[in-house]
Nanobody, 123 residues
Framework: QAQLVESGGGWVQAGGSLRLSCAVS????????MAWFRQAPGKDREFVAA????????YYSRSVKGRFTISRDNAKNTVYLQMNSLKPEDTAVYYC????????????????WGQGTQVTVAS
C-alpha cells in the first residue's frame, strides 16, 4: 500500500499563494488516481481537486476552480496543489489521497491518505 507525505502548508495572508506537495512511496505511483481533500474545524472533509494517472485530466470543486491547480510528476512520485488567490475560507488541514480506481470526489473511495498539512489564510 502506498504511503503519502504532505508538505508545504503554512500561514499566508488573503490573496497569497502556497504550493502543497505530496510524496508517494510504495507501489507504482503512476497506478494511482490522486486527489486533495481538506477539512476545516467542525466541518466534514471535502473534495478539492483530483488528477488522473497520466496527469491529462483534472477535476476541481467549484470553490477552488480557477484558483487552484493540481499536477503530478510521475518521475518524482509526487502530486502538487498550487493554490493562488487564497481566501480565509480556504483555511483547513489539506490531505493527499490515492485510489486504485477511477475518478471520484468521495473520500470513502480513497484507499490511502497522508497525515495532512495545515493551511491558514489570514484576512
Amino acid at each position: 500500500q502506498a504511503q503519502l507525505v504532505e508538505s508545504g502548508g503554512g500561514w499566508v495572508q488573503a490573496g497569497g499563494s502556497l504550493r502543497l506537495s505530496c510524496a508517494v512511496s510504495g507501489p507504482t505511483f503512476s497506478n494511482y488516481f490522486m486527489a486533495w481533500f481538506r477539512q476545516a474545524p467542525g466541518k466534514d472533509r471535502e473534495f478539492v481537486a483530483a488528477i488522473n494517472r497520466s496527469g491529462g485530466s483534472t477535476y476541481y470543486s467549484r470553490s477552488v476552480k480557477g484558483r487552484f491547480t493540481i499536477s503530478r510528476d510521475n518521475a518524482k512520485n509526487t502530486v502538487y496543489l498550487q493554490m493562488n488567490s487564497l481566501k480565509p475560507e480556504d483555511t483547513a488541514v489539506y490531505y493527499c489521497a490515492a485510489r486504485a480506481g477511477g475518478v471520484s470526489d468521495a473520500s470513502d473511495r480513497y484507499d490511502c491518505w497522508g497525515q495532512g498539512t495545515q493551511v491558514t489564510v489570514a484576512s
